[in-house]
C-alpha cells in the first residue's frame, strides 16, 4: 500500500503559476505510475498528466507546452509544475499511484485560477 498526499494548491491570476507536490509513504522508485488527475464541478475526472516508472510522460493534450510532471526518487515526491494557467484549469487535483495493480488516490488539493 501507499499513502499520498499532496499540496500547493491555491489561488492564482489567469497566467500565474502553481507547483503542486505529492508525498508518497512508499518510496516511489517502487511504483509502476504516478499521475495527476482533475476534477472540476459538474465534470468527470479527467487524467492530466503521467509518468511512468522509467520516467516517460504524457499529457492530456490541453496542458501539453504548459503543466510538466517530474518524480523524485530520493525524496518519495512527484510534483506538477504548472505554468500559464487558465480559468479552465480550476479544478480539484488528485495525485495518483499503481502500485502491484491497485490504484490509490490522494485527497485532493483545490486549485482555482481566477480570470
Known amino acids: 500500500q501507499v499513502q499520498l498526499v499532496e499540496s500547493g494548491g491555491g489561488l492564482v491570476q489567469a497566467g500565474g503559476s502553481l507547483r503542486l507536490s505529492c508525498a508518497a509513504s512508499?518510496?516511489?522508485?517502487?511504483?509502476?505510475?504516478m499521475g495527476w488527475y482533475r476534477q472540476a464541478p459538474g465534470k468527470q475526472r479527467e487524467l492530466v498528466a503521467f509518468?511512468?516508472?522509467?520516467?516517460?510522460?504524457n499529457y492530456v493534450d490541453s496542458v501539453k507546452g504548459r503543466f510538466a510532471i517530474s518524480r523524485d526518487n530520493a525524496k518519495n515526491t512527484v510534483t506538477l509544475q504548472m505554468n500559464s494557467l487558465k480559468p479552465d484549469d480550476t479544478a480539484v487535483y488528485y495525485c495518483?499511484?499503481?502500485?502491484?495493480?491497485?490504484?490509490?488516490w490522494g485527497q485532493g488539493t483545490q486549485v482555482t485560477v481566477s480570470s
Open positions: 495518483y499511484a499503481n502500485l502491484n495493480a491497485a490504484d490509490y
Open positions: 512508499r518510496s516511489v522508485f517502487s511504483i509502476n505510475a
Open positions: 509518468i511512468a516508472k522509467g520516467g516517460s510522460s
